[in-house]
């Protein structure tokens, strides 16, 4: 959506869009207000009813799973700040969403204590964002999401259990009519690669990116900013295109660069860390992609009896990928297309049979070791962490046991 970094989000170009009309690309300059969420619904909400008002079939692609999914579910997001409110507004209302991380944490252990135990202590966004939701509203966020959950619940209590409808048998069609909270008819491809073989491949593309001008783009954008006026502001990565891999990685290089009292051997190896930082944050971004498709997006549409609309093509093997990619995918979408009854998503292949399967469902919530000074989300994260070496070190060295050092921010049961 942002104009500048195409390097670095792999935007795509004009010539790769092959004269087909693309939308919401490039358009909001490096220095205006980042998009919240809602607005992106709004005006992507929009844009897919012109679209289908010409008789023509929209196709959302890629992106940040957060972003397509508030737009795929009617129920998905609390709104954030009106049109004509700003959240240095708010911030001037409310202090407190200007301080620091650790002190909106403690804010909000006070008015939402669940909201608090599900986020990370670090993830400044979503703690802020969470207190806003209670500052704004004066309703806490969790009760918010509660009680979407139930109407959710109750507008499936009132449909019949019968052989027609998805609820009753896992061989009936999928249906959005009437009981979906999605806003479309939805037919999702999710195009998986195995992860050794993405891995390989995310390696090759940060040093294909970093050949095309990608450290080069990450200094024009640090000096754009400072030229409207962003100052130190500029440095900050937590907002908008400022927080797209490529650029905040390199922001130690760039203010060496511009500091310049580093000799050429420090400000190569600053460069190379850049780097490295670039393709294990690559890493880590599609791991968490992976994720989300898995425990949030195929839950919610299990949750919506409208998981036969997820298919997953294997892309891994480049040489298959007319059979195991393209001839899948044509075939599901002209069924969809044409009204008749989609194959089984897990029948398409092993991988898919593998890869969409749902874990069993786990309260996330903060538990953090007061020895190592470690927070850890899930519980499979937790007894390897207690259980490794250098926590055990740690307690050793302090000459305390592991109960007296390690504590849940909030108990599981007040979750």
């Not at 400072?226 to 650029?247: T, V, W």
Request: charged share 30%; hydrophobic share 35%.
């Amino acid at each position: 959506m942002y104009k500048g970094l195409s390097i670095a989000t792999n935007k795509i170009s004009i010539e790769e869009q092959k004269s087909i009309r693309h939308h919401l690309l490039g358009f909001i300059s490096l220095h205006e207000r980042p998009w919240e969420v809602a607005s992106f619904r709004q005006n992507a909400t929009q844009l897919v009813e012109e679209i289908n008002a010409r008789g023509k079939i929209p196709i959302l692609v890629g992106g940040t799973h957060y972003y397509t999914q508030a737009l795929l579910f009617k129920d998905d997001i609390i709104d954030g700040p009106p049109v004509d409110v700003t959240r240095k507004d708010w911030e001037q209302r409310w202090p407190i969403l200007g301080a620091s991380t650790e002190e909106m944490v403690e804010e909000l252990r006070k008015v939402d204590p669940v909201m608090a135990a599900r986020w990370h202590p670090k993830e400044r966004r979503r703690i802020k964002r969470s207190l806003e939701i209670y500052l704004t509203t004066g309703i806490r966020a969790s009760d918010t999401y509660q009680q979407q959950r139930q109407r959710k619940s109750e507008m499936f209590s009132k449909i019949p259990a019968t052989p027609a409808h998805p609820a009753a048998s896992s061989n009936a069609e999928p249906t959005t009519e009437n009981v979906s909270s999605l806003h479309f008819d939805t037919l999702i491809f999710w195009t998986h690669t195995d992860s050794g073989v993405l891995n390989s491949r995310l390696e090759d593309r940060v040093e294909a990116m970093v050949l095309k001008g990608l450290i080069e783009e990450a200094q024009l954008m640090y000096e754009h900013l400072q030229l409207f006026g962003f100052g130190e502001e500029a440095g900050k990565s937590d907002m908008g295109i400022r927080n797209a891999i490529g650029y905040k990685e390199f922001l130690p290089y760039l203010l060496a660069q511009k500091a310049d009292n580093n000799t050429p051997e420090e400000l190569e190896n600053l460069m190379k860390e850049g780097i490295d930082r670039t393709k294990i944050r690559t890493r880590q971004y599609a791991r968490q992609q992976i994720r989300w498709i898995r425990n949030k997006l195929l839950r919610a549409l299990e949750n919506e009896r409208l998981d036969r609309t997820l298919f997953l093509l294997d892309g891994t093997d480049l040489s298959q990928r007319s059979r195991n990619v393209d001839a899948v995918a044509h075939l599901i979408m002209e069924k969809f297309l044409k009204e008749e009854t989609l194959p089984f998503p897990k029948s398409t292949s092993i991988t898919a049979e593998q890869m969409l399967l749902t874990k069993e469902k786990e309260d996330l919530y903060a538990r953090h070791c007061d020895a190592c000074g470690k927070t850890m989300m899930s519980g499979e994260q937790w007894v390897l962490h207690i259980k490794g070496k250098p926590h055990l070190r740690t307690v050793k060295s302090n000459k305390a046991s592991r109960a007296s050092h390690c504590r849940p921010i909030l108990d599981a049961g007040d979750s």
